[in-house]
Nanobody
Framework: QVQLVESGGGLVQAGGSLRLSCAAS????????MGWFRQAPGKEREFVGC????????HYPDSVKGRFTISRDNAKNTMYLQMNSVKPEDTAVYYC?????????????????WGQGTQVTVSS
């Protein structure tokens, strides 16, 4: 059974930074791409970014490109989301997910395991 546990969420002022972590267990972590998604109240789940199995490539939507950075440490079975220059519109529950694939995957149906989410609130 795969378990993904996010941590690092909280309250941050606009313009500040936050780093989320996603600790994985139960399946060979280094064999799969990983992704981050978020969901704000009343909105659909949104793709935030993903990273290939070996960390060689990342992909972000325009909404976070240049501000957010995904990395992974396969030795620690952990993925990270570094959030810089955050904005109030970044407020959401952030979820990490493990892909069915090794390469870039941007759609939620490409992912078969999900964490429970961590709340990020950006104050203006």
């Amino acid at each position: 059974q795969v378990q993904l546990v996010e941590s690092g969420g909280g309250l941050v002022q606009a313009g500040g930074s936050l780093r989320l972590s996603c600790a994985a267990s139960g399946r060979t972590f280094e064999s799969y791409a990983m992704g981050w998604f978020r969901q704000a109240p009343g909105k659909e789940r949104e793709f935030v970014g993903c990273i290939t199995w070996n960390g060689g490539y990342t992909h972000y939507p325009d909404s976070v490109k240049g501000r957010f950075t995904i990395s992974r440490d396969n030795a620690k079975n952990t993925m990270y989301l570094q959030m810089n220059s955050v904005k109030p519109e970044d407020t959401a529950v952030y979820y990490c997910a493990q892909s069915k694939h090794t390469t870039i995957a941007t759609m939620d149906f490409d992912y078969d395991y999900w964490g429970q989410g961590t709340q990020v609130t950006v104050s203006s």
